[in-house]
């Protein structure tokens, strides 16, 4: 049996606004169900960076542990946790991913079948550091009600650890949006990670052109290797007028027949009602802030369109996403998306080279090396 420490370091969030600080706190005892990991590597996403300012519209009580994409190793698994959602067995030394832990009880659980929605939801990243439910630590815990899922061995950590936020995400997006026809156009609006899986998996789902609109540079490249065939850089063309214009030659006169809103800018959703094609779909997924912005509602029904709107994903996302990865890793450069590693104690670095996109997204990485 692996030989498991009574505590482990964790960066804990303590204030808002302050940097986070690594401290050393309790590995909590196994339950039944319950799995002990050993965080392989953890990814910093944006709202990492929003949720360390205290800017999110949902301030968790402090301290906590922050860190809510993780591929761990199984150190500990509790007595009858014996598979993984997709029936695969489970043992000491597999890697995993987790979902959140919805309730199975409420409204969205049992009568709309809806977990992404559940009313209880429970996730990591969040919670105090007794808990050790984060994954800038050592250690973390997985509870009884939390779905996992193995991470195939041919992937690297690097080119799985996307979906533990950003892919699950656009996949659970993409299921709610529903058939897309062959050979229509994509727009994707951002190119942060929701944006270039977003990008992929358009390219995937047998589209005729795919345009990605957004900033910087280094990331709209990868958005190239990723299956873009037109980047349009708002740093460069910073009128939506003229970024509309461009893209309507690019689709015909008559606009995309399909818009994924992926940049988190409220404005962005009434540059994406403009352009989008009479009879179109539009796909809301990165929008998390408490903004308001004007739009014109009246392109909506004008139009006919189709707008569809989603957060977040359950274990089969997550799962049909490490999937995806396997069945398309030769084709992409998925590990090009972490940018940059570091060590637990390099966590505020991380955080600030997320903040000011230096990196497309950072990971802690805390592989034996
Ligand atoms: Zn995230
Ligand atoms: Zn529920």
Request: aromatic fraction near 6%; charged fraction near 25%; charge should be negative.
């Amino acid at each position: 049996m692996v030989e498991i420490p009574k505590t482990c370091r964790a960066a804990v969030l303590v204030e808002y606004g302050r940097p986070l600080e690594i401290q050393e706190v309790a590995v909590p005892e196994v339950e039944r169900g319950g799995i002990l990991v050993k965080v392989e590597m953890a990814g910093i996403c944006g709202t990492d960076v929003h949720q360390q300012r205290g800017e999110l519209t949902i301030k968790s009580p402090l301290p906590n542990i922050q860190g809510h994409e993780t591929i761990g190793r199984i150190v500990r698994l509790g007595e009858g946790r014996v598979i993984d959602a997709a029936g695969e067995p489970l043992k000491v030394g597999d890697r995993i991913m987790w979902a959140h832990a919805d309730c199975g009880e409420c409204y969205w659980c049992q009568i709309e079948r809806d977990p992404v929605l559940c009313a209880k939801r429970s996730g990591y990243g969040w919670a105090p550091p007794s808990a050790l439910r984060g994954g800038f630590a050592e250690y973390e815990y997985v509870t009884p009600k939390t779905n996992v899922v193995k991470v195939p061995d041919e992937l690297a950590e690097e080119e799985a650890v996307g979906v533990g936020c950003a892919f699950r995400t656009a996949i659970a997006g993409y299921e709610r949006f529903g058939k897309v026809g062959l050979m229509e156009d994509f727009v994707i609006q951002g190119c942060g990670p929701v944006g270039l899986y977003s990008t992929v998996v358009a390219r995937e789902s047998g589209a005729r052109t795919v345009i990605v609109v957004g900033a910087p540079a280094n990331r709209l490249e990868l958005a190239k290797k990723w299956g873009a065939d037109h980047v349009i850089d708002i740093d460069e063309y910073q009128d939506a007028e003229e970024r509309r214009q461009m893209i309507l030659e690019l689709t015909h006169g008559r606009g995309p027949e399909n818009v994924v809103e992926a940049s988190g800018y409220p404005p962005a959703v009434a540059e994406g009602l403009e352009m989008i094609m009479k009879g179109g779909k539009y796909l809301i997924l990165g929008q998390t802030s408490a903004a308001t912005t004007p739009i014109m509602p009246s392109r909506i029904n004008e139009k006919g369109l189709t707008i569809v709107g989603s957060v977040s994903a359950h274990i089969v996302h997550f799962y049909r996403a490490l999937q995806f990865l396997k069945a398309k890793r030769e084709k992409y450069p998925f590990g090009e998306i972490i940018s940059g590693t570091y060590r637990l104690e390099d966590i505020n670095e991380a955080l600030a080279n997320m903040a000011s996109a230096k990196e497309i997204k950072p990971a802690i990485d805390n592989r034996e090396r």
